[in-house]
T-cell receptor, first 113, second 114 residues
Framework: QQQVKQSPQSLIVQKGGISIINCAYENTAFDYFPWYQQFPGKGPALLIAIRPDVSEKKEGRFTISFNKSAKQFSLHIMDSQPGDSATYFC????????????FGEGTQLTVNP | NAGVTQTPKFQVLKTGQSMTLQCAQDMNHNSMYWYRQDPGMGLRLIYYSASEGTTDKGEVPNGYNVSRLNKREFSLRLESAAPSQTSVYFCAGEFGTGAVYGYTFGSGTRLTVV
């Protein structure tokens, strides 16, 4: 059972455009929602994270939008660059440290020059 | 400071063979995790260890065993490899506390079972 569902599976965006990746979760006990970025041949790396007490978090060109009532959250990449081409994973967990992250299926983003 | 180191990077096994994937961290992580990554399925948790000497099953533990003999090392063993275990395996250590925490992943082991 996939507790965190992610879409789209793949995304192609032109340089300078906005990339949007969506995730939906089922477990209302989840209270921590990070996004990970993975480049080919590397392990995923933490990109940005949000807790449900805020509806938006922004770090540079990356923004997480969170809708608690809909149990959805999304990653927006503004002014997308070819260097942003990677696989992105959303995730969720119930607790803080010591918890187990449940990951979405992943989105392969390609930003064309 | 290497972070999380996995060995080997690549491995080909025949069905029925056994092997151990090694993971070592130098970041003083208490919790460590083993995930497998398959196309379209994201990262699925195999086993995790909250502290030295303790391990627990994750989402897909069948066919695997783990060992956490000390704080630095967390190994994953396949006793009798099957083609369904062809995957990329990632070890991770947990960092941070409270408001922000996350995983430091190794670079992965790409395993093919023929």
């Amino acid at each position: 059972q996939q507790q965190v569902k992610q879409s789209p599976q793949s995304l192609i965006v032109q340089k300078g455009g906005i990339s949007i990746i969506n995730c939906a979760y089922e477990n209302t006990a989840f209270d921590y929602f990070p996004w990970y970025q993975q480049f080919p041949g590397k392990g995923p790396a933490l990109l940005i994270a949000i807790r449900p007490d805020v509806s938006e978090k922004k770090e540079g060109r990356f923004t997480i939008s969170f809708n608690k009532s809909a149990k959805q959250f999304s990653l927006h990449i503004m002014d997308s660059q070819p260097g942003d081409s990677a696989t992105y994973f959303c995730a969720a967990s119930k607790e803080t440290s010591g918890s187990r992250l449940t990951f979405g299926e992943g989105t392969q983003l390609t930003v064309n020059p | 400071n290497a972070g999380v180191t996995q060995t080997p990077k690549f491995q080909v096994l025949k069905t029925g063979q056994s092997m151990t994937l090694q993971c070592a961290q130098d970041m003083n992580h208490n919790s460590m995790y083993w995930y497998r990554q398959d196309p379209g399925m994201g990262l699925r948790l195999i086993y995790y260890s909250a502290s030295e000497g303790t391990t627990d099953k994750g989402e897909v533990p069948n066919g695997y065993n783990v060992s956490r003999l000390n704080k630095r090392e967390f190994s994953l063993r396949l006793e009798s490899a099957a083609p369904s275990q062809t995957s990329v395996y990632f070890c991770a250590g947990e960092f941070g506390t409270g408001a922000v925490y996350g995983y430091t992943f190794g670079s992965g082991t790409r395993l093919t079972v023929v």
